[in-house]
């Protein structure tokens, strides 16, 4: 059993930068790959970022492509999402995720956080 917990959330200006961590604790957390996803008002859950367990591979959703970057540190146990020139439409409520197996679909995966909710305002 793996427990996540988001931190990091926040209100930013249009163009500012947040940096989400995922402290991850229980299980074999290293075996896990880990994902970032995110949640509007009104909208589905969708993928943001995910990264393998040994950050071989990383995958970004086109909306957030060059302007986010996810990363891991396994000695910490802890995934980040770096957050640059957010935009308006970036708010939401961010969840980490883990699961043994390598997919961008939310409903693949076992273990979820509580959410830390990111605003950008105009």
């Known amino acids: 059993q793996v427990q996540l917990v988001e931190s990091g959330g926040g209100l930013v200006q249009t163009g500012g930068s947040l940096r989400l961590s995922c402290a991850a604790s229980?299980?074999?957390?290293?075996?896990?790959?880990m994902g970032w996803f995110r949640q509007a008002p009104g909208k589905e859950r969708e993928f943001v970022a995910r990264?393998?367990?040994?950050?071989?591979?990383?995958d970004y959703a086109d909306s957030v492509k060059g302007r986010f970057t996810i990363s891991r540190d396994n000695a910490k146990n802890t995934v980040y999402l770096l957050m640059n020139s957010l935009k308006p439409e970036d708010t939401a409520v961010y969840y980490c995720?883990?699961?043994?197996?390598?997919?961008?679909?939310?409903?693949?995966?076992?273990?979820w956080g509580q959410g830390t909710q990111v605003t950008v305002s105009v």
């Open positions: 995720a883990a699961d043994l197996r390598w997919t961008p679909d939310p409903d693949e995966y076992d273990y």
């Open positions: 229980g299980g074999s957390r290293s075996l896990y790959h």
């Open positions: 990264i393998s367990k040994a950050s071989i591979s990383i």
